[in-house]
Every structure is written in C-alpha cells, then in structure tokens.
C-alpha cells in the first residue's frame, strides 16, 4: 500500500511542478516521469510513452530474475522485461532460474545502462526493452547466449535471437546442459 502511496505521490508532485522542475532530458531521450500512470492496482499504465527511436540512461538497482529488471530513471523506480527472450522461472525453482538470476546480475547490476523500448508494457505492467550494459553488449541477446533463456517466438520474430538459441543449444551452453529443458511458458 505505501508503495502505490509512494508513486501517487511521484506521480503528483512530477505532474504538479512540471513548470518549476529542470529537464532531464539527455541525449534527446524522453522524460518517462509523465508518460507513466499508475493504478490501485499498482499495475502501470502506458499513457504518452516514449517512441522507439528513444533510449533512456538508466540505473539498474535489483535483479527480480533471469528476464526482469528493476531501473532508476530520475528517482522513479520502473520495472523492465527483456523484449524478446524468457528466462527459466525463479518462482517455483525451475531448473536455472537462479542461474539466470545470477547471470543477468553479473551482466549489468549497480550499473548506468541504456534502454530501448518502444514503450510496449506487458499484461503485468513492465516495460518491455532490449538493454545495453555500459560495455555496449546487448543483454537480451547475452542471456541467450549464455544458455540462460530462450527465444521468446510468441512475442517476437526478431530471428537472430533464434540463431543465436541454435548456437547455444549446439553447444550445450547453460540450460542447454539439461537433457530435457522446459520452456518457462510451459513450467508456468
């Protein structure tokens, strides 16, 4: 409940002073203060998001698991899921779920990183990005390269994720190892 309270407030005060408040505006990127709602529900809603062509300089600050981020961006705190890839479930144990975790972490937790995202929110309120770690690696592809998720096919048709699954299943890279891995839509 205090957390809903927190981004009512957030949401208020950043629409509120919009006239008083300096840009933070950097490399042309958009102010996603004000294109983020909130609900009771503490579900978000998209309104006014951020075009494609925009990317935002981030903080990651925790790790939820293998496909699933939380960023800072100017003090507000914003759920990310890794556009096109899903990663072995945390919840229930799974088998590399905290692989996975560990993995993403070891890529890009504590560090300024850069997001592209079209604004597209998935059904738990998340925005959906594709990001980059300050060394300029793409993270989405790393974890699949890694053996530490699959190409999420149903929600996206971006066919170098696929190719680099084959290279990673060929080498028996991560998940890969298991004789018979589960997909994480089919563990869920």
């Known amino acids: 409940m205090n957390r809903i309270i927190y981004f009512i407030l957030i949401l208020v005060f950043s629409v509120g002073c ?11 990127e958009p102010t996603i203060r004000e294109s983020i709602v909130v609900n009771s529900d503490n579900k978000v809603i998209k309104e006014n998001v ?15 698991d293998g496909d699933t981020i939380e960023i800072l961006y100017d003090q507000l705190s914003i759920k990310l899921r890794l ?21 993403l972490s070891d890529l890009c937790y504590g560090q300024m990183v850069k997001v592209h995202s079209d604004g597209e929110f998935d059904r738990n309120g998340r925005l959906i990005g594709v990001i980059y770690n300050n060394q ?17 096919k149903k929600y996206s048709d971006d066919q170098s994720y696929d190719s680099i699954e ?5 080498a028996k890279t991560g998940l890969w190892q298991d004789p018979s891995p589960i997909a994480p839509w089919d563990y869920r």
């Open 50 to 64: 951020p075009s494609i062509s925009n990317i935002l300089s981030v903080k990651v600050i925790r790790i939820l």
């Open 166 to 170: 084959r290279e990673a299943r060929a």
């Open 83 to 103: 556009a096109h890839i899903d990663a072995p479930e945390k919840r229930g144990k799974q088998a590399f779920g905290n692989n996975a975790k560990k993995a």
């Open 136 to 152: 300029g690696l793409n993270l989405n592809k790393e974890m699949v390269r890694l053996g530490m998720a699959w190409h999420y």
């Open 18 to 28: 919009k006239r008083n408040r300096p840009s933070h505006k950097i490399d042309g």
